[in-house]
């Protein structure tokens, strides 16, 4: 089925310190997976994403591993500011049945306060 | 360049009406993507347009329907409203169905009283 399960729905972090998001997701045929950030009454915004031939990518503070063979997928933040606090929600790709790969399933979201 | 633009922002509208949201994608871009987002079922997928054909649907009544036209820009319809359908429609853009990049217009919040 089309499922992907995000954790932790909800994360505190004291500024300065790193926060990890993980997804899991159920269809074998996903092979890209983007994570959005949403801050309130704002539209979400690609921050990072990747494809399944990569095992790792990073810009900057930002970070996203997968692990293809446990259908899992995780976003790192290192260094988090207040800046970073928003709702992120992690997406894996499916095929439609004409060849295209924009059908995206999201996780639940994950809301990320990072205090002062 | 410009980004993803939608119309109208905010909308209100009374069950058993219908409605017509527009989106515009980034200019160059020929994919247009439909979502959901609702606080209790989070970002669902409605379908997917490119070169004026629907190119993937996802589980939603026949209510809900969409179009694309020459220009890319895409409209979705949604007939006989319920209260159900108050949430905010957000639609994406890219390049084909095939570059993946999806980049979101600000949405339109649809409420139904």
């Known amino acids: 089925g089309e499922n992907v399960e995000q954790h932790p729905s909800t994360l505190s972090v004291q500024e300065g310190d790193s926060a990890v998001i993980k997804c899991t997701y159920s269809?074998?045929?996903?092979?890209?997976f983007p994570w959005y950030k949403q801050e309130l009454g704002k539209r979400p915004q690609l921050i990072i994403d990747?494809?399944?031939?990569?095992g790792e990518k990073k810009d900057q503070r930002i970070a996203v591993t997968l692990n293809k063979t446990a259908k899992h997928f995780s976003l790192h933040i290192t260094e988090t500011q207040p800046e970073d606090s928003a709702v992120y929600f992690c997406?894996?790709?499916?095929?439609?049945?004409?060849?295209?790969?924009?059908?995206?399933?999201f996780g639940a979201g994950t809301r990320l306060a990072v205090h002062p | 360049k410009a980004g993803v633009t939608q119309t109208p922002r905010y909308l209100i509208k009374t069950r058993g009406q219908q409605v017509t949201l527009s989106c515009s994608p980034i200019?160059?871009?020929?994919?247009v993507s439909w979502y959901q987002q609702t606080p209790g079922q989070g970002l669902q997928f409605l379908f997917e347009?490119?070169?004026?054909?629907?190119?993937n649907k996802g589980n939603f009544p026949g209510r809900f329907s969409g179009r694309q036209f020459s220009n890319s820009r895409s409209e979705m319809n949604v007939s006989t409203l319920e209260l159900g359908d108050s949430a905010l429609y957000l639609c994406?853009?890219?390049?084909?169905?095939?570059?993946?990049?999806?980049?979101f217009g600000p949405g339109t919040r649809l409420t139904v009283t």
């Open positions: 347009y490119f070169s004026e054909t629907q190119r």
């Open positions: 997406a894996a790709s499916l095929p439609s049945f004409s060849g295209g790969y924009n059908k995206l399933i």
């Open positions: 990747i494809r399944s031939n990569v």
């Open positions: 200019s160059g871009h020929r994919s």
């Open positions: 269809d074998s045929a996903s092979n890209y």
């Open positions: 994406a853009s890219s390049w084909t169905s095939e570059t993946y990049e999806q980049y």
